[in-house]
């Protein structure tokens, strides 16, 4: 059996320009495709989710970087049947509730298509365990240097595209310009100033089909998840239903993470109750049931907790209460609803 090559430690650190990646040749749908793999030992790592109808691609900044110089390589490419692959080792689960990841499968819209069927045969032979047919350097020139020249207005965006396809995220990029921007962008998320940063793949068409999510924090937000995964799991009679699950996770994620307090709206006894962590600190505000948030509202009880001063109060404790308010989960609540949120706060203090 031919052994996979592995990189070496320091080559492994390596996600730039002059990277050396795998090229195999496989048939899928009764044509010779050519693709392009992570060479083994790779340190990165890529999570992803649908939610809100957007599929998310999820990493740190060192995974945004390595999508940013396969992206802009990709650019170049002329050659039909070209996909670049992301399958295991390189995923892991969802920092979130810890559910498990798809691959991801790169392709250049402009000379290459990807359909069910061929998706469906790439995917049953993932993860790709071949020896590969010969090791590539995949170069970059340029990307670091293009600043804004890589973005195009959006009246200039092409319908590049985010789908999930027979278990795998496509993502497809519809002409080599819309390709460097999606590079670009991907090569400028920061997680320096915030915890998260993101950036949309595809133009706007009542929401994206993609988007690239990086996190500060991104491999303990999953071993929390896995955790938390764990621990709901081994319960005596842990959820069945899967969106139960994921909820029951994100739950004792909190817990784990001391974010309880966040817990503003919990099922106790027949009824909905304040949470017991988050009763102790609304009773600053002197919110002792539902009933009292809704007639004083998320804002006001907001407002009232920075007035008390209470010790490690956030923004999230807004979405938590808002979110409460409207029988949801915090965590989905909307960036839109987040920007309303913030100007009502800032308009309140006026």
């Avoid at 320091?10 to 048939?27: E, F, N, P, Q």
């Avoid at 009764?30 to 998310?56: A, C, E, K, Q, Y």
């Avoid at 365990?129 to 009246?155: F, M, N, Q, V």
């Avoid at 993502?171 to 390709?179: D, F, G, K, L």
């Amino acid at each position: 059996m031919s052994r996979v090559k592995t990189q070496r430690p320091g080559v492994a650190r390596t996600v730039g320009d002059g990277m050396k990646l795998h090229r195999r040749s496989i048939r899928l749908d009764g044509h010779v495709h050519t693709v392009i793999s992570l060479r083994p030992g790779t340190s990165v790592r890529f999570s992803t989710n649908r939610f809100h109808d957007t599929l998310h691609l999820l990493s740190d900044e060192r995974g945004a970087h390595l999508l940013a110089h396969l992206l802009w390589g990709m650019s170049f490419q002329s050659r039909p049947g070209t996909l670049l692959v992301i399958d295991h080792p390189f995923l892991s689960p969802t920092p979130f509730d810890a559910d498990p990841a798809d691959p991801i499968v790169l392709v250049p819209g402009w000379c290459t298509r990807l359909g069910p069927r061929a998706a469906r045969e790439l995917v049953r032979r993932l993860p790709l365990r071949s020896a590969p047919e010969g090791t590539i350097r995949w170069h970059t020139h340029g990307l670091t240097a293009a600043g804004d020249d890589a973005y195009l207005p959006y009246w200039q965006r092409e319908r590049g595209h985010t789908q999930r396809l027979s278990g795998a995220i496509v993502v497809a990029p519809s002409t080599p310009a819309e390709c460097r921007h999606w590079a670009a962008s991907a090569l400028a998320l920061d997680t320096t100033r915030y915890p998260s940063d993101h950036t949309y793949l595809g133009p706007w068409d009542h929401g994206h089909d993609g988007e690239i999510q990086i996190f500060r924090n991104f491999h303990r937000m999953i071993g929390t998840a896995r955790r938390a995964r764990h621990q709901v799991l081994h319960r005596p009679t842990p959820p069945a239903n899967p969106d139960a699950l994921r909820i029951a996770v994100w739950d004792r994620a909190d817990v784990l993470n001391y974010t309880a307090h966040l817990h503003i709206r919990v099922w106790r006894d027949g009824e909905w109750h304040l949470g017991y962590y988050a009763a102790r600190w609304l009773a600053a505000a002197d919110v002792h049931s539902l009933a009292d948030l809704e007639r004083i509202g998320a804002i006001e009880t907001y407002r009232r907790l920075k007035a008390a001063e209470i010790k490690g109060l956030t923004i999230r404790m807004l979405w938590a209460l808002d979110a409460a308010l409207r029988g949801h989960n915090r965590h989905s609540l909307t960036p839109h609803r987040k920007r309303e949120l913030l100007a009502e706060l800032h308009s309140s203090r006026s």
